[in-house]
């Protein structure tokens, strides 16, 4: 890349930001060490590798929300991960998407990163569209059957991925303070990946390892955008990079 072109795409990321802040959807309270602690065998697998990874883009337009917040993290993962020499690719969920062609795209990544605001204490009904649609079409590529085996039905259910090669990173924007997922008595208190259980679970199910989620917290009332995007650079480039 160019150094005009860094420039420029630097440029377009702090008027991005700019933007989100002045409509009220900035993000404050950034978190990414919340789950470091469980996933530094993940980390250290990725020191040093020059990988492949497929950037998923879940922002979507609706209410009051335009979509930039995610938009802006989006392409600054891409500019970072392509700064550490990785090779990315990228799919605007909201934009439509070829089925088959994603799966083909799933299974040439080694890492994925997922990108989407929190609707609801869940991710907008377009991610859980694209979940259920490609990754159902992915069998025989992320997993080959539910794991159990006739002998004793009972047992391992879950145990049939076949993506133990791959892993997989959570980043979402929240209206909700960090301390409403830090402090047990909140009413996120489980954290944020109790409170995105059930995607960690899809992703287990198909043999994936899980990587360090990162939040953006109080996006609507306590905008600070410059500072987490700062904060989500450094996140990229401690699970990505080579120190």
């Not at 990414?32 to 922002?59: C, E, R, T, V």
């Not at 391992?156 to 047990?184: H, I």
Request: proline share 2%; with cysteine.
């Amino acid at each position: 890349m160019h150094k005009s072109d860094s420039k420029n795409r630097r440029e377009f990321l702090k008027t991005s930001a700019k933007m989100v802040s002045l409509a009220g959807l900035g993000i404050a309270s950034g978190g990414f060490g919340i789950s470091l602690a469980n996933a530094q065998d993940s980390i250290k697998k990725h020191k040093g590798a020059k990988m492949k990874i497929y950037l998923l883009n879940g922002a979507k337009e609706f209410g009051n929300s335009k979509g930039r917040l995610n938009t802006t993290l989006h392409e600054l993962a891409k500019e970072t991960l392509s700064k550490l020499g990785h090779e990315t690719k990228e799919v605007i969920i909201d934009k439509g998407y070829d089925v088959q062609k994603e799966v083909q795209n799933l299974k040439w990544a080694d890492s994925i990163i997922h990108q989407f605001p929190a609707w609801w204490m869940c991710e907008p009904w377009i991610v859980k569209k694209y979940i259920d649609e490609v990754y159902l079409a992915s069998h025989g590529v992320l997993f080959n059957d539910d794991g159990r085996t006739r002998k004793d039905p009972s047992k391992k259910y879950g145990s049939g991925g076949l993506a133990q090669n791959k892993s997989y990173m959570l980043c979402s924007t929240w209206n909700a303070p960090l301390e409403a997922f830090t402090d047990k008595t909140q009413f996120l208190g489980i954290g944020i990946d109790g409170v995105f259980a059930h995607l960690h679970k899809a992703h287990e199910f198909c043999g994936m390892q899980k990587l360090p989620s990162f939040l953006c917290n109080d996006v609507v009332k306590n905008p600070q955008v410059e500072r987490y995007l700062a904060e989500y650079e450094a996140h990229l480039q401690k699970v990505f990079g080579n120190a």
